[in-house]
Every structure is written in structure tokens, then in C-alpha cells.
């Protein structure tokens, strides 16, 4: 039993990592004022992109930093879209997941001649710890959390940015150039959205399918308000929808039967919306999040 | 709103934007975008039945986000709740082959779905694009869990037993009637939003929320039935497939799949109106139909398409040209007055 | 401080600023502003004064004149460059991050004066220490009452000192206790030699913390005189105007109101909006047949009264009782359905902006739950329409256009229609002729005095004078989220009024 508990917090280490990145780089761009539903696009396109790369290289690594060079541009894209040019944030966002869906079938249909997935890929090889597996990732990506919080709590630059998305009108009163600071801050977390994407094809399933993001942007989304935008939570949080998905993969392997597989599946996106019923109501939100800031 | 004109000038531009799109896309995997596009119209002609059976849910999961569009609300969930609707339909088909039934049901499932993401948002504050899209992966798993543990097909393992055929909607003059249906849908949804006055209430809200409440208007209740109506015609759009189109589900739920996506595209491209939906839906299920020729022909997956539905959401999203000139025009207008004011 | 003598630290001369949609708030202003004084603005609202203090502070730019600061003709590109010149500005409505502790609004703000994080705290703990304010740095600042945010606003604005500090009203909202604390500051800076802008409405102040008080009124300056001779009764005089006050007694519907119960009561009401109690204790009844005026300088609690007796605020505490029903926890469309009508203030919330005429003829039918049956009955609905336009005098081009193209005064006229439409037997009304012209604001008065002699009981918030005291039937004053008098409005002198509305009686 212990040993099936550790191995399931072991298993969590893995499948939470493509949460914290996403999550994590969502509180601060919420903060900032800027919502993207687009997550789940830039994870698809990053993760392509990546597995593309991953396969003409060779190099899972090569895979990651192209998975985040995605992420930036579809970032600043989507930030300046919405700082810039004050379009409706959640449409765009549909938008972007409709748009790299269709880029990830076609790709896969041109480099591997199957629309539904790529052939394995070589991947960022494991740590193991006294027998069981992880990856580094997890720790990078605990240490970006750590530096985001670092930044967000500790900088004036963190305060620049939540100022944007708190009362934009005050911070540029203050000197803070609102447009700006939006757009760069929605392509610095592109770049975790854009290492979330790439992580799932380079490290974790290590192949590039059409749905291998699964819905896992917008559990990202569900984890920011979850956090109550703060990204030491929207972490644990992670951690606990990643023990979710452990859990399911888990049971389904333990139990043998394959039948209950696609019941099991559905645990994370229950425990998800769940949590976010009950928790949700006491969450604050950053008062000007997803409005379009219109200077006087 | 903005006049007519102006939206289909957008609506025009988000159109030309996704054609080239796709034509990148092609040349850039190494197709030769002019043929590939003469495939696609070939493909509209050829396959105009696929054409006429796609419609009726893509107009369907149209509505399913039109309607709580004028609520404000974006309901995501349209997907998951055509794949309620579609096993809602086919269960209710095995025991009372009922076509009408059936397609009520369906309705039913997919609306109590959109009614618990709209208590959600107006009774507890969870944003309606987070729960729908939950809703949308739990209702998969769990119809697909169905679909294999207890309908499968004995002799065709990959899809479930068939509608028995007294549950089965056919054609009339070759027009498959659940078009008739969709369009029906529509009409309905005209008459709602615009005759009725939970319409009124509806669009209000979305007009202008802080406007309406101080109006009297009950808005938390325009909410939820928005989202309500909106899971109907979900619900309907996965009836319609297994009622009047496949008869039956695959493992893979690969008749429904992507059909609440495409409709968000064929809403926004009509403006949200429910008398343009039809359109705007037939013109996305062309492209299907085309698709299926260019799959056949060129070896492109039919879901490469989703590109073309994506940048037309995605263009009707920025904000127009017109509107990004405004404020350039009348700084303009007003320099001109005031020339002419201090010249006189 | 060696030229505090004769030279003026800031000064601005002959400033215009006319706003976009018109409204001329300042028409050729010249001010001199010395080090070592409390140079005091009055006036009511809309005088300019808010202004004329935001374009010192590089906030908005006059459409002519100039700012003279230090002897040089300074135009700020933003506030961050006042701030950084030394000149700091504390706002009616604070200007602190809602959402942000206390510790990051003074970090995020010393950080624009070069300030680490440690230095700007450090700086605000010896501030607070000094004048002895006990402000929990690390609470947000939304959570905060008024009192104490003004001193988190104080502390920030002294974090480097400053040489102009500009005070916008800033004790409407806060106690008398607070209001000592900040006198106490005030004194002490001006004996640093700081040139200190305080604006206010309230009459009493100006003697006791002003050294010269300059009176405003829409757009110019009225009089400077040294503010310890102004008496009050000369500075209301002044600061209201010439008008004339209604001769007789209105009789017109005070008989039948005796007979019959409060259709509107308020008992006790309480409201508190984002942790600041904006209505302390209030009790009124409007009666059938009459309209009760309440009037203040905007900022008193007015909005918030109103807000809560329609249902859009909550209710911390007391009781609204209409047409003999508690409807304390009742939301908006309950009361209306009971016969509540409510026309706002801001124009932006008396009709659906984004819809058309007919459409928002319908609201207000439907609001009030009479638009029965499945379907709407559009031919009657325009057939009403089309009466209201004749009869009020709507100009618009097509009943299809959304109604934000139309006109001020038609916007009014038809939020007017939709409420006619439905006689409710109860209205609310906010500064129902707020920006029209008078023609216009004749036929909004002729509506409200038809509206009364039919038996509707009619609650008037306008923070117009005139407008109040020429329609009620008895006239409320409000002052920090109180009610501190209810007369007729024959039985006010001008003085007396000027005084409630500054909080002097």
C-alpha cells in the first residue's frame, strides 16, 4: 500500500509538470489583466512544433526550447491582440485552439503520414530515485513557479504587473506603461504554455498526438482561479490535479480492467470542476481582468 | 450592434483571412494551394449530400453558442453536449424507436448540461469557458465508456448497434430531414430571441447587463435559461448525427467529434444571428465535404480544416478595421471643426 | 523656502479646459499658489475645482493656459512626472490599488522616487510613527475603512517630501477623528514650508485649516479672500450663487398624502461599499402623491442610498419596506414587479445603450411584468412608442437605431416613456436633468410633477439645488452618508442650505 502511494506521488511529479508551467504562467498573466482561453492552442502548437524538431534532431532538448520559442510568438501575438488592439480576449482564445488543432493534424498527416499521431520521439531522459522515475522538469518547473512568486511578491516589477491588472488607470498614472507590460507579459508566459505543450511530447508521452493536450490548458484555467492567483498555490494545486491523473492511470492499471479506463479518465476534469464550485466563490479575481483597458 | 454592412464586411474579411491561411498551410506542406482548393470545390459538388447531412448539426451547435452569445456567455460546451445528445438519442432509440422522442431526449440531455454550467456561473461565479470545457471532457469519457461497455456493435466492434430503423429520419426530395429540423431550430430561435420576451430579457443582459438589472429585468434568470437553450440545441446537434445521419455511434465518437468547435466558427461568422446560422453553416460544411475530397485525393486529414474555422474565429475576434480607425476618424473630424471654428 | 515671500511656488494662468463631449469645467482660471500656505478652493460640484487640480498634477491637459511651477512653465506628461517634481495629490476616491496590501501600494509608488522597497516601508513606519497613525501594512487596502486608507494615502504622499501637496475633498468620507489627524499633518507641513492645494465643498473647514480660500463656481474663479475673515454665511452666499427660493408652501398634493401610508419606507439603512459605510443610518417614507427631494454634494451617499432601495447594493443593515412589503433582500425585479421604477443617473443605465427605442419601451414593460403572453405584442409596443414621442417631444430618426446615438435629453425623454408606460407607483429618480438644456428640463420637471399629481410617490436625488427645491414637496439634505435635515422647502434659507450641504450646521 505504501509503496503504491509513493509511486503514485511519484507518477504526479510527472503528469503535474505541464499544469504548474501552464498554470503558473496564466496567474501572471491574469495579474496582468490579460485572460487567455488560448492555453490549450498554444500547448497543441508548441508541442508540434517540438515534436518536429525533437524528430529532425533528435533532440528532445532542442524540442523543448523550440516548444517555448512557439509559445512566446503565439504570446505576443495574443498580447498585443488584446493590450494593443483591445480585441474580445476569450474569442481569440477559441480561436487559437480551433487554429493549432487543424496545424497539428496537418503536420502530423505531413512529416509522419498519420493525422492522429507522430512515431515515438526520443526523450528527455528520467532521474531515478531509488528506483522510481521522474523527470528534471519537474524540478525546473518548480523553480520557475518559485521565481515567478519570487517576482510577482518580492519585485516592482511583480507590482507593475499586477497594478495593470488590478487598477490600470493607477499604474499608468504611475508610469507604467500599461499596453506594453500586458503584451511582454503575456509572451514571457507564452513561453511556459509553449514548454508545457513541448514537455507533454518530448518527456512525458514522448510522441506528438492531435489531443495529447487533453483538456489540460483549461484545468490550467480552473487551477488559477482555484490558486486565487497566486502561484505558490496555483503549484500545489498542479500537484493535486496531477495526483488525480496519477491516480486514474494508476487504477486503471491496477485494476486491470480496461473497460473502467474511460470512467477513470474523466477524474481529473471532475476534480477540477469540483474544487472549483466549492472554492471558487471565495477566489478574487484581478478587478480589471479581461477588460480592455481604453485610456482616457 | 453594428449595421449589417459593417458585419459582413468582417465576416467577409475573417473569410478571406482563413482562404489564405489554408493556402499557406498548403504551400507550406508542400501542396499546390490552387489545386487543393479546385479538390475542395470538386469535393463540394461531389459530396453536396455530406454537405446537406453536416449542416444540420453544425447549425445546431451554432445556436448552442449564439444563444447565450446574447446573454454574454460563451458556451463552450457545445461539443459535450452533442455527445449527450447523441447517446441520450440512441439509448432512448433501442427501447422506443421513436424519432421524435429520441431527438426530444437528446435535446433534454444536452440542455441539463448547459443548465448546470449556467447555475454554476450565476450561482457560485464559475466563468461558463472553465466549466464547459470540464463538462465537455467528463461528457466524452463517460459516453465513450457507455458507448463501449454496453452498446457495442457484436458484429462491428468499432461502433455501437445501429437505430433500429422506426427510429431513423430519412430524406425528403433528397433533403435530409433533419435539416428541415436545424432549420426549424433556427427559426425557432429567431422567434425566441426577438418575439418572445425571455428574448428580450436575454439580449438585454447581454446588451447591458448593469443597464438591464436596474430595468427589472431578472438577468441571473436570463443567464441560466440562455445557457439552458443553448444545451438544447447541443443535445440536438449530437440527436440529429445518430437520428438522421450515421445511426449509430463509433468508439471513437468520430461523427460528433469537433462538431460543437465548428459551430463556435459558424456562429461568429453570422454574427451570432440565427437567420444567417444557416449559412454561415452550410458555407463550414461545404468545406467538410470538400475536405472529404481533398483526404481522398491528396491525402490531407479532414481536420486540417479546423485552421480555416480557427482564423475565422480568430479574425472575428480582433476588433474591426472600421473600429480600429474610429478614434483616428474623429480626431480627424474634430481638428477639421476646429480648423474651421477658429478660421471663422 | 527663501522666495515664499513674494514669489509663487505654482501658479497657473488663465486655463481653459474644455472635455470632449463639451462641458467647459474651466473657463480662464489664474491662481497663485505660495510655499507655507493653505490656499483653499470652494465650490459645489462641477465648479472646476477637481479640474484645475489634475491638470497641475499632469493628468489631464488644459485645452489652454499654463502651469507655472518653481518659476518655469512645466507641462507634465503624467502624473508620475508631477509626483517625481514633488508635487504629490491625494484624491476624494484615493488613488490606492483596491486589490494590493497596503506595504505594495507605498512600495509600488516609492518605487517611482527611486525608493527600494525597504526604504519606501521604512520611510512610511517613520511617517506613521511621527503622526501617530496605526496603519496594518499588510491588510488589503479594499478591506480597509476610508479613515485609514486616507492615511495609508497621507503616508504615501510624504513617503519624500513634497514642495505641492493637493488635497481633493478629503474629508468627505472620512470621521472627525480622522479629520483632526489630518489637520494636524497639514499644519505641520505648511511650517515645512510645503504649499498645500485643499479642496473642498465644506464651508467650516476653510476657516479652520485655510490661511486664503478662493471660491469656484462652473469654471471661474468667484472671489480670493483670507480665508480667516470669510464668514460662513458669506462664503455659502458666495459659493451658491444668486437663486431664487420658492415663495409658497406647495399644497398641491400634501392633503392626499396625509391620508394614506408610506408607499416608500426606509428605516435605519445601512450600506457599506467596498469597506467604507456610505449610508449610516438612514430613515425617510415617501408618500403617495409626493415627491421627496434629497440633495448633498455628490460623494455624501447618495448614489449608495439609492442603489440599496432599488436592490442593486446589498444592505448591511435596517430595513426598506415598499408598498407595506420588506423588500430588504429582495433583488431589483421583485421590487419593480410590486411597482418600483428607477431611473439612474447615469444615462448609460436609464436604457440598454446597444438597443433601440422599441426594445427598450419593451424593458421597461417587461420589467414591470406587463408584457404578458408568449409573444411580444411589437405593433402595440410601437403604437405606444410613437405616443410618448409625440407627446414628449422625441426627436430620432428611426425607433431601430440603438438609442446611444440619440441625444442627452431624447435618451432622457424616452427613459421617461418606458417609466410612464408602466405607471409604477413608486419612482426613484438620480439627476434626472443632469447635462440637459432647459426646454428639455422643463418638460423632465412638467413629467415628474404630472407623475406626482397622480398619486405616484416620487423619491428625487439631485445634488441640483433648484431643480430640488422647486419640485419636492419636502427636501432631505444628506451629509456623510446622513440625513441631517427634512423641511419644506419654504422653510430653508439659502445660508442654512449651503451650511447642511458642507457639513457646517
Known amino acids: 500500500m505504501i509503496g503504491l502511494i509513493i509511486s503514485l506521488l511519484v507518477v504526479a511529479t510527472r503528469s503535474s509538470v505541464p499544469l504548474i508551467l501552464a498554470s503558473v504562467g496564466e496567474v501572471v498573466t491574469e495579474k496582468a489583466g490579460i485572460v487567455n482561453i488560448g492555453i490549450e492552442g498554444f500547448m497543441l502548437l508548441a508541442g508540434v512544433v517540438a515534436a518536429v524538431v525533437d524528430y529532425a534532431t533528435g533532440s528532445p532538448l532542442l524540442g523543448l526550447l523550440a516548444g517555448a520559442g512557439v509559445g512566446f510568438i503565439l504570446g505576443l501575438i495574443h498580447g498585443a491582440a488584446s493590450a494593443k488592439l483591445k480585441a474580445n480576449q476569450i474569442v481569440l482564445g477559441i480561436g487559437i485552439n480551433i487554429l493549432a488543432f487543424g496545424i497539428g493534424v496537418a503536420v502530423l498527416n505531413h512529416v509522419w503520414g498519420n493525422p492522429g499521431q507522430s512515431a515515438p520521439l526520443p526523450t528527455i531522459p528520467p532521474i531515478r530515485i531509488d528506483g522510481y522515475f521522474t523527470t528534471p522538469m519537474f524540478l525546473a518547473a518548480i523553480a520557475i513557479a518559485l521565481a515567478a512568486h519570487y517576482i510577482m511578491t518580492r519585485t516592482t516589477l511583480g507590482l507593475e504587473i499586477s497594478a495593470c491588472g488590478e487598477d490600470p488607470h493607477s499604474a499608468e498614472a504611475l508610469g507604467v506603461k500599461v499596453e506594453t507590460l500586458q503584451t511582454l507579459v503575456t509572451a514571457v508566459a507564452g513561453i511556459l504554455h509553449g514548454l508545457a505543450g513541448a514537455y507533454l511530447v518530448v518527456d512525458y508521452i514522448g510522441q506528438f498526438t492531435r489531443d495529447i493536450t487533453a483538456g489540460r490548458g483549461f484545468i490550467a484555467l480552473a487551477i488559477v482561479v482555484l490558486s486565487n492567483w497566486n502561484t505558490i498555490l496555483a503549484l500545489a494545486a498542479s500537484y493535486l490535479l496531477g495526483l488525480a491523473e496519477a491516480t486514474a492511470l494508476n487504477l486503471q492499471a491496477i485494476l486491470g480492467v480496461p473497460a473502467l479506463s474511460d470512467l477513470l479518465n474523466t477524474l481529473p476534469y471532475i476534480a477540477a470542476l469540483v474544487a472549483i464550485t466549492i472554492y471558487g466563490v471565495k477566489a478574487r479575481a484581478p478587478a480589471w481582468l479581461g477588460r480592455p483597458y481604453i485610456k482616457e | 450592434m453594428k449595421p449589417v454592412v459593417e458585419k459582413l464586411i468582417g465576416s467577409l474579411i475573417g473569410l478571406a483571412a482563413a482562404l489564405a491561411a489554408m493556402a499557406l498551410a498548403f504551400s507550406l506542406l508542400g501542396y499546390n494551394p490552387a489545386e487543393a482548393f479546385r479538390l475542395l470545390g470538386e469535393g463540394i459538388v461531389e459530396n453536396y449530400d455530406i454537405m446537406l447531412l453536416r449542416v444540420a448539426p453544425l447549425i445546431l451547435t451554432s445556436l448552442a453558442f449564439a444563444v447565450p452569445a446574447f446573454a454574454g456567455l460563451f458556451n463552450i460546451g457545445g461539443e459535450g453536449q452533442a455527445y449527450v445528445g447523441a447517446l441520450a438519442a440512441l439509448a432512448v432509440s433501442y427501447i422506443a424507436p421513436n424519432p421524435v422522442l429520441c431527438l426530444l431526449v437528446g435535446a433534454l440531455a444536452g440542455g441539463l448540461l448547459g443548465y448546470l454550467a449556467g447555475v454554476l456561473r450565476v450561482k457560485r461565479g464559475v466563468h461558463e469557458v472553465v466549466s464547459t470545457i470540464m463538462l465537455n471532457w467528463i461528457a466524452f469519457y463517460t459516453v465513450r465508456y457507455i458507448v463501449v461497455n454496453y452498446f457495442k456493435n457484436p458484429y462491428y466492434p468499432d461502433t455501437t448497434n445501429p437505430v433500429p430503423p422506426p427510429g431513423r429520419l430519412g430524406q425528403v426530395a433528397g433533403v435530409p430531414v433533419v435539416v428541415f429540423i436545424a432549420i426549424a431550430a433556427c427559426i425557432l430561435c429567431y422567434l425566441v430571441l426577438y418575439r418572445m420576451p425571455l428574448g428580450l430579457a436575454i439580449r438585454s443582459t447581454g446588451a447591458g447587463y448593469e443597464a438591464a438589472r436596474r430595468l427589472g429585468i431578472d438577468v441571473e434568470k436570463a443567464m441560466i435559461l440562455s445557457m439552458l437553450l443553448g444545451g438544447v440545441f447541443g443535445g440536438l446537434a449530437g440527436a440529429v448525427i445518430v437520428i438522421g445521419e450515421t445511426y449509430n455511434l463509433d468508439v471513437a465518437l468520430s461523427s460528433v467529434y469537433g462538431v460543437g468547435f465548428d459551430g463556435i466558427g459558424a456562429a461568429l461568422l453570422a454574427w451570432n444571428n440565427p437567420l444567417a446560422i444557416p449559412f454561415s453553416s452550410l458555407l463550414l460544411s461545404a468545406l467538410v465535404a470538400g475536405g472529404y475530397q481533398l483526404q481522398i485525393g491528396m491525402g490531407i486529414d479532414i481536420h486540417v480544416l479546423s485552421i480555416f474555422t480557427g482564423v475565422v474565429v480568430f479574425v472575428l475576434g480582433l476588433p474591426s478595421l472600421y473600429e480600429l480607425l474610429k478614434p483616428k476618424l474623429q480626431a480627424l473630424r474634430l481638428a477639421k471643426a476646429r480648423r474651421r471654428g477658429g478660421g471663422a | 523656502m527663501a522666495a515664499s515671500g513674494s514669489q509663487p511656488l505654482l501658479a497657473v494662468r488663465d486655463l481653459v479646459k474644455v472635455y470632449p463631449d463639451g462641458t467647459v469645467a474651466l473657463n480662464g482660471v489664474s491662481l497663485d499658489f505660495m510655499a507655507g500656505e493653505v490656499h483653499v478652493l470652494l465650490g459645489e460640484n462641477g465648479a472646476g475645482k477637481t479640474t484645475l487640480a489634475r491638470i497641475i498634477y499632469g493628468e489631464i491637459r488644459p485645452t489652454s493656459g499654463e502651469v507655472i511651477y518653481e518659476g518655469r512653465r512645466v507641462l507634465f506628461r503624467g502624473p508620475w512626472e508631477a509626483i517625481r517634481a514633488g508635487i504629490r495629490m491625494i484624491y476624494q476616491h484615493f488613488s490606492l490599488v483596491g486589490g494590493f496590501t497596503v506595504a505594495d501600494n507605498i512600495a509600488l509608488y516609492g518605487s517611482r522616487l527611486g525608493l527600494s522597497r525597504r526604504e519606501a516601508l521604512e520611510a512610511a513606519r517613520r511617517l506613521a510613527e511621527e503622526y501617530g497613525f496605526r496603519i496594518p501594512f499588510d491588510a488589503r487596502v479594499s478591506d480597509l475603512p476610508a479613515g485609514i486608507q486616507q492615511r495609508v494615502e497621507i503616508v504615501k504622499a510624504l513617503l519624500v517630501e513634497p514642495r505641492v501637496l493637493i488635497l481633493d475633498e478629503p474629508t468627505s468620507l472620512v470621521s472627525p477623528l480622522d479629520v483632526e489627524a489630518l489637520f494636524r499633518v497639514i499644519r505641520g507641513l505648511r511650517e515645512k514650508g510645503v504649499a498645500i492645494l485643499y479642496i473642498t465643498h465644506k464651508l467650516r473647514e476653510v476657516g479652520v485649516i485655510g490661511d486664503r480660500v478662493t471660491v469656484m463656481r462652473r469654471g471661474r474663479v468667484v472671489a480670493t479672500l483670507p480665508a480667516k475673515k470669510a464668514t460662513v454665511d458669506q462664503l455659502a452666499r458666495l459659493m451658491i450663487g444668486e437663486r431664487r427660493l420658492p415663495e409658497e408652501p406647495r399644497i398641491a398634493a400634501a392633503g392626499a398624502a396625509g391620508e394614506r401610508g408610506a408607499a416608500l419606507r426606509v428605516e435605519n439603512l445601512r450600506v457599506v461599499r467596498e469597506g467604507f459605510e456610505a449610508v449610516r443610518g438612514v430613515s425617510l417614507e415617501v408618500r403617495p402623491g409626493e415627491i421627496l427631494g434629497v440633495t448633498g454634494v455628490a460623494g455624501n451617499g447618495q448614489d449608495e442610498l439609492v442603489e440599496a432601495i432599488v436592490g442593486v447594493l446589498p444592505v448591511a443593515g435596517g430595513r426598506i419596506t415598499l408598498l407595506g412589503r420588506d423588500v430588504t433582500r429582495e433583488p431589483t425585479w421583485v421590487r419593480y414587479r410590486l411597482g418600483l421604477a428607477y431611473l ?162
Do not use: C
Open chain 3, 344 to 505: 439612474p443617473g447615469s444615462r448609460k443605465l436609464s436604457l440598454v445603450q446597444e438597443m433601440n427605442a422599441l426594445e427598450n419601451l419593451a424593458l421597461g414593460l417587461l420589467g414591470a411584468g406587463k408584457l404578458r403572453g408568449p409573444f411580444i405584442d411589437w405593433g402595440w409596443v410601437a403604437k405606444l412608442l410613437v405616443k410618448y414621442v409625440e407627446e414628449l417631444g422625441v426627436v430620432m430618426h428611426s425607433p431601430y437605431a440603438p438609442v446611444k446615438h440619440l441625444s442627452g435629453g431624447n435618451q432622457q425623454k424616452l427613459a421617461l416613456a418606458r417609466i410612464l408606460a408602466v405607471e409604477p407607483r413608486v419612482l426613484v429618480a438620480v439627476d434626472p436633468t443632469h447635462g440637459l438644456d432647459i426646454a428639455t428640463t422643463r418638460i423632465v420637471h412638467s413629467i415628474l410633477a404630472e407623475m406626482r399629481s397622480r398619486g405616484m410617490a416620487i423619491l428625487l436625488v439631485s445634488s441640483d439645488l433648484d431643480e430640488v427645491l422647486q419640485l419636492s414637496d419636502r427636501v432631505a439634505v444628506m451629509n456623510s452618508g446622513r440625513i441631517v435635515s427634512i423641511k419644506k422647502p419654504h422653510e430653508y434659507t439659502l445660508e442654512e442650505l449651503g451650511r447642511l450641504m458642507g457639513g457646517a450646521a
